[in-house]
């Protein structure tokens, strides 16, 4: 495999690479992937095989971890498991399934890593759904009738956008330590990790994130870098970018056809104890949405979710369950499609 020259990408400070995940403000709202491509451990020229088809399947199982679906969870999990976990695409990641290493007599000869960004603040546009909402309830004039609403009277919004929150930051250099202690095989001084990513700022700090977890659980023995960042522009040759398929016809009529099932009940009883209110069926949505983020962002490790948001109180297991679909929805339609595509491209292209 022919890898690209490396080049160091810098901290803020311009001196040296963090050794510590990193958070960044920035206000580019896109939503790109990063890839990871461990050496190919053989002398001979990379080809395709039954070995490395294997090694492809463990890439995708990390990628299921990432954009995981609600009729799969439910298989996996009973009605008692958390609830962050039907928070679709924001929920803090966990493993569907425990890791399990190839056979006796088998081995993983390349590894092939498909990951999202980490945990991040709403995107701009999402928050200004998020603040319209908050400030109709703000805006009653008489006193709620759900006593579960009253938190609205001191509560003030201080979340930011599109960057990555502290869990986030951490979650991309704890997945770069599990990457170096599972294929700590394949690696050597002249053989590191070709890491890529999309131009967002959230997701090279991801990527660098990542190489930062790698070194560290290499005990600094390696340190690779992010040998390559592809700009998002129109026409750029980029895999990573699913606005690239002028096919994708985006999810808005499907996302908006279920919120028109299941939220009318939900904003009629919040309307009920919020008088005046006019909370409409996209407020609940993003105030459900609210609970993610908020809980999240006040999380500095995204496993200790004990403190929920107030927001998370206002609605029931039952719809955040609802409320879960839409994720599965806009997954599927609007970039689940593409990125399947764009995966196989990215895993063959490996191999030219």
Known sequence: ??????????????????????????????????????????????????????????????????????TSAKSNHDQEAPLERSWAQYSPFFPVAQYIPPPAGCEVTQ??????HGARFPTAGAAVGIVSAIDKLQRVKVAFRDPKLDFLKTYKYDLGTDDLVPSGAQQSFDAGQVAFNRYAHLISEEKLPFVRASQSQRVILSATNWTAGFRAASKERYNPTLSVTIPEAKGVNNTLDDNNCSAANGSDAQTAQWISVFA?????????????????????YSLMSLCAFDTVAHSLDGKSL??????????????????????????????????RI????????TFL
């Not at 901290?11 to 040296?16: A, C, V």
């Not at 963090?18 to 580019?28: A, F, H, N, Y």
């Not at 590894?111 to 999202?116: F, K, T, Y």
């Not at 609605?315 to 609802?322: G, M, P, Q």
Request: charge should be neutral; charged fraction near 20%.
């Open 264 to 284: 009318p009940s939900i904003t009629r009883r919040l309307n009920e104890g919020a008088p005046g209110a006019n909370l409409t069926d996209q407020d609940i």
């Open 342 to 349: 764009y995966f196989l491209i990215s895993v063959f292209a």
């Open 306 to 339: 004990d403190n929920q948001s107030p927001f998370c109180d206002l609605f029931s297991r039952k719809e955040f369950d609802y409320f879960e679909y839409v994720g599965d929805l806009d997954k599927y339609y609007n970039t689940g499609q593409v990125l």
């Open 111 to 116: 590894a092939i890593i498909l990951e999202r």
């Open 1 to 70: 495999m022919v890898q690209a020259q490396a080049r160091e990408w810098l901290s803020n400070d311009g001196l040296k690479p963090q050794k510590k995940p990193i958070t960044d403000l920035d206000r580019s709202h896109t939503r790109w992937h990063s890839s990871t491509s461990l050496p190919y451990n053989s002398s001979k020229p990379p080809r395709l095989s039954w070995k490395m088809i294997l090694s492809t399947l463990t890439a995708v199982a990390l990628i299921s971890a990432f954009l995981r679906c609600a």
